[in-house]
């Protein structure tokens, strides 16, 4: 079943009983990670509990579809429910989720599924779709009118007020993936600091400028392009600057999935000019040609095995302890090396 419009926040709050599992898909990665993380919390209030909490990826399903039956249908050892999280999912595991909707495993285990922008025609969201015991749920960008409701929320919630000239200057520069829109509204919060204030046009500039210059877009473009010293260069100016590995990796995911769209219109006939001006957000002007270019070292699966590392080193950061910074140079310098072959 599709769930959309107002009943999105509903389900969100208090998931159908109906569904066995949930799907989120859609073109902004961080929309859909910030669903996923409202639905978990319904089933898992500690996201860190691991005997509640299990994480799969994509592949690890595709190698052993029975697995996601057997998590399911795990008892946790200190009671209560459990969750299963598939992330970078896509229509390779599309028979092993419709063998445990045909039978799935007593119990009321939640599970939910990140997939990135999927076409009308994928089996996985079609399956999801047209399932009486599933849910699919579209994650596309902020249109302006909810871009506007985030940003005046966040600032509320700070205590602080925003002018209409910061408004417009934010939903101008912000809105392509949620968790960036978040990370950048948080940091002009910070900015703004703990006393009661009015955001202007200023503010905003002084602290969201123009992401086509980042330090975190360079690196993303260093390691889809080829180019180890580039990211090693950006990646140290970005640390400085106090942006969070884990954030990077994400933002690495990104690029990689419009890298992806980009490549599978390519497959599809479309020139490597045309495939990057689809591209919605619009790739910043001095960009494209870049992107352009990259799509020489970069096909559909080998952007979606690129997907699927960083998804992993992501939840590496996350939970196993080693230093995130290194977790985060190991997968950008392997992205970099990977095209750097490509283009030998």
Not at 118 to 128: E, G, Y
Not at 288 to 299: G, H, R, V
Not at 318 to 332: H, N, Q, V, Y
């Amino acid at each position: 079943m599709k769930i959309a419009g107002r009943g999105i926040a509903a389900y969100l709050r208090k998931p159908d009983p109906r569904a066995r599992a949930t799907l989120l898909y859609g073109p902004d990665q961080g929309l859909v990670r910030e669903r996923a993380e409202l639905l978990l919390r319904t089933a898992v209030p500690d996201a860190k509990d691991p005997f509640r909490l299990a994480s799969l990826s994509g592949t690890d399903l595709a190698e052993d579809p029975a697995r996601l039956a057997d998590e399911a249908a795990a008892i946790p050892f200190f009671g209560g429910r459990r969750a299963i999280r598939v992330t970078a999912a896509g229509d390779r595991i599309a028979a092993a989720i419709e063998g445990f909707l045909g039978s799935p495993p007593a119990g009321d285990a939640l599970v939910v599924i990140e997939a990135g922008d999927l076409a009308p025609r994928s089996a996985l969201r079609r399956l999801f779709e047209e399932a009486d015991n599933a849910a699919a749920i579209a994650c596309y960008a902020d249109a302006p009118e909810a871009l506007e409701e985030l940003v005046e929320q966040v600032f509320r919630a700070a205590g602080h007020k925003v002018d209409a000239e910061a408004i417009d200057y934010l939903k101008a520069n912000l809105g392509a993936d949620r968790g960036l829109t978040r990370s950048e509204l948080d940091k002009l919060v910070t900015y703004m600091g703990p006393h009661p204030a009015t955001v202007g046009l200023a503010e905003a500039q002084a602290v969201i400028g123009d992401s086509g210059a980042s330090a975190v877009d360079d690196i993303c473009y260093a390691a889809t392009g080829g180019d180890p010293a580039g990211v090693e260069k950006a990646l140290g100016r970005a640390l400085g600057e106090g942006e969070s590995p884990v954030m990077i990796v994400r933002a690495a995911q990104r690029h990689m999935q419009r890298l992806q769209l980009a490549a599978d219109a390519v497959a599809r006939g479309a020139s490597a000019r045309d495939a990057v001006q689809r591209l919605r957000p619009p790739v910043f002007f001095k960009r494209a040609l870049e992107l352009q270019a990259q799509l020489a070292s970069w096909d559909t699966a080998r952007a979606q095995t690129a997907i699927e590392l960083l998804t992993e080193a992501e939840i590496d950061c996350k939970s196993t302890g080693l230093p995130d910074e290194a977790i985060c140079r190991s997968a950008l310098l392997r992205l970099a090396g990977a095209a750097r072959r490509r283009r030998t």
